[in-house]
């Protein structure tokens, strides 16, 4: 099966996070997804095929299937403009039906998600000690108008926020430690992140539960941030900037848009720069 190499969230010629895409007219079995998956290497690969309205998707990361990726989703939305011409497409995923843009433009291709609903509630104290004990912060370290919260627009996060810009700089953590917490709280990242302003965040997010240590850039954990900041009535003007994998060597932009309405879907967009073809 041919795939794409696409970094999603890219910023200029560099950066980004790589995903892989993979077209078809029939999705394979998911042990085959996994397989592959595994093989590219990648935090996740998009798989997808066509139906009668758009597209069936799903994604998996070299460990396991995850419900909803957002640096996929954008990096399909540019394989799709690439292959099919500039357009929206309508996205079925396993527990939601979303749209991807995609537009075309030189080396880079433009492309935007639509979330899945968000929604988000205070983390529990005992989730939030084992949190912090993973990656040696201590409640001091915390950002108080940012309470830790679990969010969701597609998959579960952790969001701690950090006061110190220092702090997430230097983020570390035991991978199987992390997998198990991940897993037996039903996390797909922990979203650690710093406020420079109302606006413009810093984010790392440790993907332990798929076996990745840490993504360059998070479409799924920027939606649910940008909902979480939307129920907190956070001073957002309507939309957030994220730069995520500085930390890394992996500089990525992305840019959540967020709306008024409680829950709704947030907009969440960026580059993506083609890498390669298997």
């Known amino acids: ?15 980004g996070n790589p995903a892989g895409v993979a077209i078809a007219d029939e999705l394979p079995d998911a042990a085959q997804m996994q397989v592959i998956a595994a093989d590219v290497g990648f935090s996740e690969t998009a798989f997808a095929t066509p139906t009668d309205t758009g597209w069936r998707v799903r994604y998996f990361s070299p460990e396991t299937e995850v419900p909803f990726c957002g640096h996929a989703t954008i ?9 099919n011409g500039d357009g929206v497409f309508t996205l079925t995923l396993n527990e939601a039906d979303i749209t991807v843009e995609g537009s075309r433009g030189g080396a880079t291709i433009a492309a935007a998600l639509q979330s899945p609903p968000t929604r988000s509630a205070a983390a529990s104290p005992d ?24 969010a969701e627009a597609g998959a579960t996060h952790l969001i701690l926020a950090l006061a110190d810009r220092k702090r997430l700089s230097n983020m570390s953590y035991d991978l199987d430690a992390g997998r ?7 996390l797909v990242t922990v979203s650690l992140v710093h406020a420079e302003t109302p606006r413009l965040f810093h984010a790392r997010n440790p993907f332990a539960s798929g076996g990745v240590y840490e993504d360059p850039a998070t479409g799924a954990a920027a939606a649910a941030l940008a909902g979480y900041l939307r129920d907190l009535d956070w001073p957002h003007g309507g939309d957030i900037h994220i730069v995520q994998g500085e930390d890394m060597g992996a500089r990525s932009s992305i840019r959540a848009e967020i709306s008024p309405e409680p829950g709704a879907s947030i907009r969440v967009s960026g580059a993506a720069r083609v890498m390669c073809e298997n």
């Open 1 to 15: 099966m041919d795939v794409l190499r696409i970094a999603a969230f890219s910023d200029g010629d560099g950066g």
């Open 180 to 186: 198990r917490l991940m897993r037996d709280h039903g």
């Open 127 to 150: 989730l939030v000690a084992e949190a912090l004990a993973l990656f040696g912060y201590s409640e001091s370290d915390l950002d108080t108008r940012l309470p830790p919260a679990i």
């Open 75 to 83: 990096a399909l939305g540019a394989a799709l403009a690439m292959q």
